[in-house]
């Protein structure tokens, strides 16, 4: 029962640094998305991939790049971390879009940028 | 404005009191429409989805007003273990989820 897995869990970085953060889905879904969570704000969506090959812009998508070579993964990339991104970084996945199913979160990543 | 606004409490109940949280949001496109619980900072756990018939689940009942464009939850009987952030969630195209910043309940004994 893995469902939706982050890697790392936490990770410092130095303002400058560039690192991937990894989603990993086993449901075979469709469609994944990157969400960042800070203090006082609702979560807010980077990225987003409706399929394998695809990638799309959320509502905050600047200082990240995405790719989704494999339908299971869909990966965030720092390339210059910034102290702006210090959150916690959601993946979720769903396989039905336009539907009252839910998106399956994973547990997070906590990233802090000195 | 934010396009999904919740109260962010905290609201401080007793055990077995009923408590009623609600959302108002601003695109009126939105698909569908969901509660969301977080504890202390977790991954956000579907509580229930929110229907215009209104739902319920137990001691949890949700209503949407698409014409307000309104949502509420209602708790019965609140336990401890409901303590925790309550999350308005709204969809859009490809399911993009729209999180309210959440609101905070804790039950005392």
């Known amino acids: 029962n893995a469902g939706v897995t982050q890697t790392p869990k936490f990770r410092v970085l130095k303002t400058g640094q560039s690192m991937t953060l990894l989603c990993a889905q086993d449901m075979n879904h469709e469609y994944m998305y990157w969400y960042r969570q800070d203090p006082g704000m609702g979560l807010r969506l980077i990225h987003y991939?409706?399929?394998?090959?695809?990638?799309a812009k959320g509502e905050v998508p600047d200082g990240y790049n995405v790719s989704r070579l494999k339908k299971q993964n869909f990966l965030l990339g720092l390339e210059s971390a910034a102290p702006s991104q210090t959150s916690v970084y959601f993946c979720?996945?769903?396989?039905?879009?336009?539907?009252?199913?839910?998106?399956?979160f994973g547990d997070g990543t906590r990233l802090s940028i000195l | 404005r934010k396009e999904v606004e919740q109260d962010p409490g905290p609201f401080n109940v007793p055990e077995g009191a009923t408590v009623a949280f609600n959302c108002t949001y601003s695109n009126s496109a939105s698909q569908s429409f969901f509660w969301y619980r977080q504890d202390c900072r977790k991954e956000p756990k579907l509580l229930m989805s929110v229907y215009s018939s209104g739902n319920e689940d137990g001691r949890f009942t949700a209503q949407l007003n698409r014409a307000s464009q309104y949502i509420s939850l209602l708790i019965r009987d609140s336990k401890l273990s409901d303590s925790a952030t309550y999350l308005c969630?709204?969809?859009?195209?490809?399911?993009?989820?729209?999180f309210g910043t959440g609101t905070r309940l804790l039950v005392s004994p």
């Open positions: 979720a996945s769903t396989d039905r879009p336009y539907s009252n199913q839910p998106q399956h």
């Open positions: 969630v709204v969809a859009t195209g490809f399911q993009k989820l729209v």
């Open positions: 991939s409706v399929g394998e090959g695809t990638t």
